[in-house]
């Protein structure tokens, strides 16, 4: 009967340790996210100026939002709390797309004046485009995975208390 319990024990304690490092992950990256940011806006000034400036000023409009969902959803993976899963499969598909639309530029260009060396290469820097949503992508399976499930079932508390 011991023998039983004791791999589903190991596996709690594996899968509340991950999601634990996922979320100061998520926390980490977001507040690097928001501080380059606001680095951004300090060297581009006010009012902004050129296509560059004015680029960095819009979009710090959906950065700093978006990094500080991240920074509550990070916090709210470290404490188990049941709406951060939710939140992250949320976040994480939508950083996925946001992550792959650039790739969709280097392929879908067009061939014009290219040879296929050039083209090769254009679609190959694409591909180093698509690394960041396949790591979300993984994030993704690993939160709806029976793991991350127990995890915030409340499961480990229950594993935790037996010990």
């Not at 797309?97 to 004046?113: H, K, N, S, V, W």
């Not at 698509?130 to 499961?155: D, H, M, N, Q």
Request: charged share 15%; net charge positive; glycine share 12%.
């Amino acid at each position: 009967m011991e023998m039983v319990a004791t791999p589903e024990l190991r596996s709690a304690k594996d899968g509340s340790a991950n999601i634990r490092r996922i979320g100061r992950t998520v926390i980490g990256a977001s507040l690097f996210v928001i501080f380059m940011t606001l680095v951004g806006l300090v060297q581009m000034g006010f009012p902004p100026m050129g296509d560059i400036g004015h680029f960095a000023f819009d979009s710090s409009f959906v950065l700093i939002p978006m990094a500080l969902w991240g920074v509550a959803t990070g916090i709210g993976l470290t404490r188990a709390w049941r709406w951060s899963r939710i939140s992250m499969l949320i976040f994480g598909g939508l950083l996925a797309l946001f992550c792959a639309a650039p790739a969709l530029g280097f392929f879908l260009i067009q061939r014009d004046g290219f040879g296929w060396v050039q083209i090769a290469g254009i679609r190959a820097i694409g591909l180093l485009f698509l690394i960041p949503s396949a790591l979300l992508v993984r994030w993704y399976w690993y939160f709806v995975g029976e793991e991350a499930r127990a995890y915030f079932r409340g499961t480990r508390k229950a594993a935790t208390s037996a010990v």
